[in-house]
């Protein structure tokens, strides 16, 4: 198991470079600078400026500065906020990403997997047909057209929810942006549940269960559930993925201030070192998270080689 | 002579993969509920303007956010500009339909070349190859479309190409998986005991052997790149005005939801509607052309 761990981490190396080597070409291939402004600069002033965050040096230079930052933690100074590090900044903005993308998964991961035992349980019945058909709607609709629904009908005609913003940090902030981040996912986790709990309990050692006198309740959660769920956590890396990319636009309805929206005000502002470093952040955040997702699966099962 | 050609005729027609396939969608009717009301989309995308006096640009500044109404014409309303709702809303379809159908060609050509030839040369050359697709997959490519809008401009070529270059990754997988069983089937030994070259065994043999997975994963991806454009509409990154999308649409309808809702409904329902019907329609294929069910039966 270790030495798997280190292969793993080993070949996520290469994996970072590229994903390193990408966001710093596209955004030096941009045309338009930080400075770019109405009024044109005095040369010596921009001159100076390039010097200062050392845009006037070769590129492989500017290349190696950067990674050996990012090793040391330092993704620079923000070309927008200047009296902040993108450090800074991503510090104050992923506590409240990642509050409300963790609740999204743990909600997404409850229900759905709920949903889907249930629907595989009572197979073919109306329930059954009804989960799924809710799932699909659920993966159909966009989730930047579910949130301003859910902002209308809960808070605008309902009134009994915040529509936007933190306010003081209170729980009842984040119950919609949390519900619209999972509503996907949820859609996507039941299907896969479904899918998966009814090949295992058409599986051998599930009759024989039953054959013994086991009771429902003691087949799937002894013995089902276990298995069943192998789909599922190795649909945990997208499914972390497509909640950061949902982040996105979810922070922007919301207005909640998260990383999703300094990266798409860095990324309108022309903010390289900014976005750069939330690209980066999140690769890596990717990265790790389906290191983790693959260390947990092959612990669930052992057969696999990967 | 004769003989032989009426036991021919009597024999029974053999039953290709796609006949049983086509008969299992038919018998699906959620499937064939989507189809229909895929076509029907289809259809008033691309002959509903012609119905309507109203164009995609004009603004009517005597009938600013007005709602759905059958005497005015304006049949989903007007927007904060006074533009027929009926109109922007089948126009922007055709934009989101276009982009989905461009983009999953794009991703399919690369897809299927990457994955048949990494398949079919195995070895080295497969490693190498399945590497860059996943070191490829593990990239945050959402945000690298959005930095790529941001910074080329938003022009919708451009969204082809990005969409395209992304979802291509999940084809190759998939064809490659597909290719390495077909590589030990007895026909391509003959094949290639015959002496035909590499290129025409992947050309003429794999390829065609492979449409059964890309058709599903064709009617899978259009909705997942109609999704990924209005994505990026919505924040603003994607078609420009005047032309528009579904995405751009909603985004529109969605600042103005509370005093004018019907700007929001009716471009979200389309998308919706659209994205429902090609998923239905995808899982009603792969539970048709694929064999393992075909015992569990329907």
Redesign the interface.
């Given at each position: 198991m270790l030495t798997f761990a280190l292969r793993r981490l080993l070949s996520?190396i290469?994996?970072l470079l590229?994903?390193l080597a990408?966001?710093f070409a596209?955004?030096r291939?941009?045309?338009?600078g930080p400075f770019d402004s109405e009024k044109q600069l005095p040369p010596e002033i921009e001159a100076r400026l390039n010097a200062a965050y050392y845009l006037d040096e070769p590129l492989w230079q500017q290349f190696g500065r950067y990674l050996g930052g990012v090793l040391r933690g330092d993704l620079g100074p923000s070309f927008q906020y200047r009296e902040y590090t993108v450090a800074e900044l991503i510090g104050t903005g992923f506590p409240v990403s990642l509050r409300l993308g963790g609740l999204a998964i743990l909600l997404a991961l409850a229900v759905g997997v709920a949903v889907g035992t249930v629907a595989a349980l009572r197979q073919n019945t109306r329930t059954d047909h009804v989960a799924m058909?809710v799932a699909?709607?659920g993966?159909?609709?966009?989730n930047?057209?579910l949130a301003?629904?859910l902002?209308?009908l809960f808070a605008?005609t309902l009134r009994w929810l915040p529509a936007g913003g933190l306010g003081d940090g209170g729980p009842e902030h984040l119950v919609l942006p949390v519900i619209a981040l999972a509503l996907p996912q949820i859609a996507y986790i039941a299907r896969l549940t479904r899918g998966s709990m009814i090949e295992v309990l058409r599986s051998d050692y599930i009759r024989t269960a039953r054959a013994q006198g086991l009771s429902s309740r003691e087949i799937i959660f002894g013995h089902a559930l276990k298995p069943a769920l192998v789909p599922i956590v190795s649909y945990l890396g997208p499914a972390a993925?497509g909640i950061?990319?949902g982040s996105?636009?979810i922070e922007?309805?919301f207005g909640v201030p998260g990383l999703g929206r300094y990266?798409?005000q860095g990324?309108?502002n022309?903010d390289y070192t900014l976005?750069m470093g939330?690209?980066v952040f999140?690769?890596v955040l990717?990265?790790l998270f389906?290191f983790l997702v693959d260390l947990a699966y092959r612990w669930l099962d052992p057969r696999v080689q990967l | 002579m004769t003989g032989a050609t009426d036991t021919l005729a009597a024999a029974p027609r053999g039953r290709s993969l796609w006949d049983d396939a086509f008969d299992s969608l038919r018998r699906n009717r959620a499937a064939m509920i989507a189809v229909a009301l895929m076509l029907t989309v289809v259809v008033l995308v691309l002959f509903g303007p012609l119905l309507s006096p109203y164009d995609l640009y004009s603004t009517d500044w005597d009938r600013i956010s007005q709602p759905p109404s059958v005497s005015t014409a304006h049949w989903f309303g007007t927007d904060d500009v006074g533009r027929d709702l009926f109109v922007r809303t089948l126009y922007g379809g055709r934009i989101s339909l276009l982009v989905g159908l461009a983009a999953t060609a794009v991703s399919l050509l690369i897809g299927i070349a990457w994955g048949a030839t990494a398949g079919y040369a195995g070895g080295r050359i497969d490693q190498l190859m399945m590497r860059v697709v996943d070191v490829l997959y593990a990239m945050p490519f959402m945000f690298f479309v959005i930095l790529l809008m941001v910074f080329f401009g938003r022009n919708i070529f451009l969204i082809f190409v990005a969409v395209g270059a992304i979802n291509w990754l999940d084809m190759a997988r998939i064809v490659r998986g597909q290719t390495l069983s077909l590589k030990k089937r007895e026909f391509i030994e003959a094949a290639r005991a015959g002496g035909v070259s590499p290129v025409n065994i992947v050309r003429r043999h794999i390829v065609p052997n492979l449409l059964g997975v890309v058709v599903v994963y064709v009617t899978l991806t259009i909705p997942q790149v109609i999704l990924v454009e209005s994505f990026l509409s919505f924040l603003g990154l994607g078609v420009q005005e005047p032309m528009t999308s579904w995405g751009a649409l909603v985004n529109d309808g969605a600042q103005v939801m509370e005093t004018a809702p019907w700007a929001l409904m009716f471009p979200a329902t389309f998308l919706a509607v659209t994205l429902f019907c090609f998923n239905f329609i995808g899982d009603g294929l792969r539970d048709a052309l694929d064999p393992r069910d075909r015992s569990a039966g329907g």
């Open positions: 996520a290469p994996t590229v994903l990408l966001a596209l955004i291939v941009a045309p338009g058909a699909m709607t993966i159909s609709i966009p930047f057209v301003p629904l902002v209308l605008v993925a950061l990319t996105v636009v922007q309805i990266f798409v990324a309108l022309r976005v939330v690209v999140y690769g990717i990265i389906n | -």
